[in-house]
C-alpha cells in the first residue's frame, strides 16, 4: 500500500495502527461501562441453534450442557454471578434441572429467582414476556405467564424396547412426547409429527417452530415443514436451527 501511494508524491511521515486491535479495546471498555441489568437472564439448554435463539431474545448468559441437560449447581452460580446483575432470573428449560437452580440460589449472594419452565420452547415463550422498560416484579410475572402459551412437542427415536405407563416401544421406533408425558408412536417421524400436533389441541394452535438437531439435515427439515404446512394450511410454521443431539425435532406449538 506504500508503496502504491508513493507514485503520487513524496510521503514525509506515516503512521500505521492495528484496526482490529482498536476495535476490540473498543468493545471491551465499552462492555465495561455498561450498568449491570436491573434483572439478568439465565437460561440452560442443549445445542449452539438454541444457544443462539436464547442469546438474540436478550438472555445474558447461557449454559449449553452438550448433550445431556444436567448442569452443576457450580455451574449454575458461575453462570449467575457472571453477570453481575443483583437479580438474576434463571430458566431451567427442564423440570430435572429445577432442583440444582433452588440449590444454587441458596449458596450465591444474587438474588436469583426460578422461572419454572420444563423444556426450550417454554424458556423462549417466557423470554418473550420481558421487558426492561416495566418494573422487576412486573416482568416476572409476565415470564410465568407465558409459560402457558406453550406445548412441546419432542421427536426421538427409542434407544431401547420399553414400556411407558401403557404403551410398549420397540428400539428404534419413532416415538414423540408432549410435555415430557404422554407418547405417540409411529412408523414416520412425519407420522408422529402430525398426530401430535393434533394432540396439542389444534383449534388453539397458530404457530408450530420446528428446531431441527444437528442428527437431522437442513433439506430433510425443509421436506418436513413442506409436508407439515401442506397438511395443516392454516397453521404458521418456522424452521429454526436447534442443534440438540437426542430429539429429531423439538417442537413448540403456541
Same mark, same amino acid.
Given at each position: 500500500t506504500l508503496d502504491y501511494c508513493s507514485r503520487f508524491g513524496e510521503t514525509e511521515q506515516f503512521h500505521v495502527d492495528d484496526i482490529d486491535s482498536q476495535h476490540k479495546q473498543f468493545k471491551s471498555q465499552g462492555l465495561r461501562r455498561q450498568d449491570p441489568p436491573r434483572l439478568g437472564l439465565l437460561a440452560i439448554c442443549v445445542g449452539s441453534g438454541f444457544t443462539d435463539v436464547l442469546k438474540d431474545l436478550g438472555c445474558h448468559s447461557v449454559i449449553n450442557c452438550g448433550d445431556l441437560m444436567n448442569p452443576s449447581t457450580q455451574e449454575i452460580i458461575s453462570g449467575v454471578e457472571s453477570i453481575g446483575a443483583k437479580r438474576v432470573a434463571v430458566l431451567p428449560n427442564n423440570s430435572n434441572v429445577i432442583p440444582a437452580v433452588l440449590q444454587a440460589a441458596s449458596m450465591t449472594e444474587v438474588d436469583l429467582i426460578c422461572i419454572p419452565t420444563k423444556s426450550i420452547p417454554q424458556g423462549i415463550s417466557a423470554l418473550l414476556g420481558y421487558s426492561p422498560e416495566i418494573s422487576?416484579?412486573?416482568?416476572?410475572? =409476565?415470564?410465568?405467564? *407465558?409459560? *402457558? *402459551?406453550?406445548?412441546? +412437542?419432542?421427536?426421538?427415536?427409542?434407544?431401547? %424396547?420399553?414400556?411407558?405407563? =401403557?404403551?410398549?416401544?420397540? @428400539? $428404534?421406533?419413532?416415538?414423540?412426547?408432549?410435555?415430557?408425558?404422554?407418547?405417540?408412536?409411529?412408523?414416520?417421524?412425519?407420522?408422529?409429527?402430525?398426530? $401430535?400436533? +393434533?394432540?396439542?389441541?389444534?383449534?388453539? #394452535?397458530?404457530? #408450530?417452530?420446528?428446531?431441527? $438437531?444437528?442428527?437431522?439435515?437442513?433439506?430433510?427439515? !425443509?421436506?418436513? %415443514?413442506?409436508?407439515? @404446512?401442506?397438511?395443516?394450511?392454516?397453521?404458521?410454521?418456522?424452521? #429454526?436451527?436447534?442443534? !440438540? =443431539?437426542? &430429539? *429429531? &425435532?423439538?417442537v413448540s406449538l403456541e
Open positions: 422487576v416484579e412486573a416482568t416476572l410475572a =409476565s415470564m410465568k405467564e *407465558n409459560i *402457558n *402459551n406453550v406445548k412441546t +412437542l419432542e421427536i426421538t427415536r427409542a434407544a431401547k %424396547s420399553t414400556r411407558i405407563d =401403557s404403551t410398549y416401544i420397540e @428400539q $428404534g421406533q419413532i416415538i414423540g412426547r408432549i410435555e415430557g408425558s404422554m407418547v405417540i408412536k409411529g412408523e414416520t417421524i412425519l407420522e408422529v409429527l402430525k398426530r $401430535g400436533i +393434533l394432540e396439542c389441541n389444534l383449534p388453539l #394452535v397458530s404457530l #408450530v417452530t420446528l428446531y431441527w $438437531g444437528h442428527t437431522t439435515n437442513k433439506d430433510e427439515a !425443509q421436506e418436513t %415443514s413442506d409436508l407439515l @404446512q401442506r397438511t395443516f394450511p392454516n397453521l404458521e410454521l418456522e424452521l #429454526v436451527y436447534g442443534g !440438540q =443431539s437426542h &430429539y *429429531n &425435532y423439538i
